[in-house]
């Protein structure tokens, strides 16, 4: 399979709280991207972390990547009620595809 | 304003019917592209224009063409519709090809009755 495995595929946590979602990918990248849809939407592009870059930060989102592993993880800080939403990464490889997982649901309980 | 815009939100028609979702972008972006989202959230290419030339076409039944008339627009056109194109379509643009972020429209969301 050539696309991209997040985990976990739900997850639940209260307000203020943090939440760390992992994304596994298969083939070489360029960049990797994260992106949050919430319900009924569009995706929003969140970060982008390139492949010589091992951490990125925006606000309360931490993105890491591990090539050795071919792996990401995003984490979101003090996460309120507005980050519930689905969370996917995408592997922008080298061959003009975007290689899409199959997101993360993140539920934050008030 | 909106960046990426799609019409129709919803559109639900019967089995062989022949349907056009338009897209339209106001970001000054060379690059649109068209994905198909399923119930279980699985977001799939289909294709990708660059300056109006088509750079990805996935495997895509033949009875979807895409048309871009300029940079700003990439319609889509469903010939013969099946219950499997049931489905959250997507449009999206970014500037440039091969992993610049994209910015996405609302959707439009298509019921085969």
New interface residues.
Partial sequence: SQQGEEDPQALSIQEGENATMNCSYKTSINNLQWYRQNSGRGLVHLILIRSNEREKHSGRLRVTLDTSKKSSSLLITASRAADTASYFCVNAGNNRKLIWGLGTSLAVNP | DTA?SQTPKYLVTQMGNDKSIKCEQNLGHDTMYWYKQDS??????MF?YNNKEL??NETVPNRFSPKSPDKAHLNLHINSLELGDSAVY?C?SSQG???Q???????TRLSIL
């Fill in positions: 990426v279980k959230k699985f977001l799939k290419i990708s750079i990805i997507f999206a090809e091969g992993g972020p994209q910015h996405f429209g609302d959707g």
